[in-house]
T-cell receptor, first 113, second 112 residues
């Protein structure tokens, strides 16, 4: 089992729809969770980070964290063609792997007009 | 401007010829890290550093070395590169490992 696993893509949604991206992780001691967006040929850029259970909203983006079920999700409301990119989930470890950051394999999102 | 600078951006070299990819940040960040990115595998952490003179292995450290002699610099060294190290490499930094990472623009290495 991969340490951090994202829903397999690619994911295609129409413009204006809600895109839902999911990520599960195996380390119960994980305390920090990040979503990055990466356009083709570019470096990752931060979308959201979340540390506590529940929802965190920033504009059209909502991150949801459920530590008991070990998943974190990203919702993109009113999806735009400019949201088309690869989305990377990252999980920060504590305990014996303190400082280690593990990324999922990424989910390719396409928003079509 | 706050940034993470990697050099070179592109490099084509041959098997066995030692190379160094430099990484420098101007944000006084304690935490720095190297990743490689291969199609379908996302970003995989190679090494990370919590502070000067403190480095730890990530998920794929084999064939790589790092050093952290100064806070701002974290070079990645391939002492004897092999073709399976052909990849896109990113350096990143943050205040600590639980803060969002600032990424460099990437270095595309091709080892023939």
């Amino acid at each position: 089992q991969k340490e951090v696993e994202q829903n397999s893509g690619p994911l295609s949604v129409p413009e204006g729809a809600i895109a839902s991206l999911n990520c599960t992780y195996s380390d119960r001691g994980s305390q920090s969770f990040f979503w990055y967006r990466q356009y083709s040929g570019k470096s990752p850029e931060l979308i959201m980070f979340i540390y506590s259970n529940g929802d965190k909203e920033d504009g059209r983006f909502t991150a949801q964290l459920n530590k008991a079920s070990q998943y974190v999700s990203l919702l993109i409301r009113d999806s735009q063609p400019s949201d088309s990119a690869t989305y990377l989930c990252a999980v920060g470890s504590e305990g014996t792997s303190y400082g280690k950051l593990t990324f999922g394999q990424g989910t390719i999102l396409t928003v079509h007009p | 401007e706050a940034q993470v600078t990697q050099n070179p951006r592109y490099l084509i070299t041959v098997t066995g010829k030692k190379l160094t990819v430099t990484c420098s940040q101007n944000m006084n960040h304690e935490y720095m890290s190297w990743y490689r990115q291969d199609p379908g595998l996302g970003l995989r952490q190679i090494y990370y550093s919590m502070n000067v003179e403190v480095t730890d292995k990530g998920d794929v450290p084999e064939g790589y070395k790092v050093s952290r002699k100064e806070k701002r610099n974290f070079p990645l060294i391939l002492e004897s590169p092999s073709p399976n190290q052909t990849s896109l490499y990113f350096c990143a930094s943050s205040l600590d490992p639980f803060q969002p990472q600032h990424f460099g623009d990437g270095t595309r290495l091709s080892i023939l």
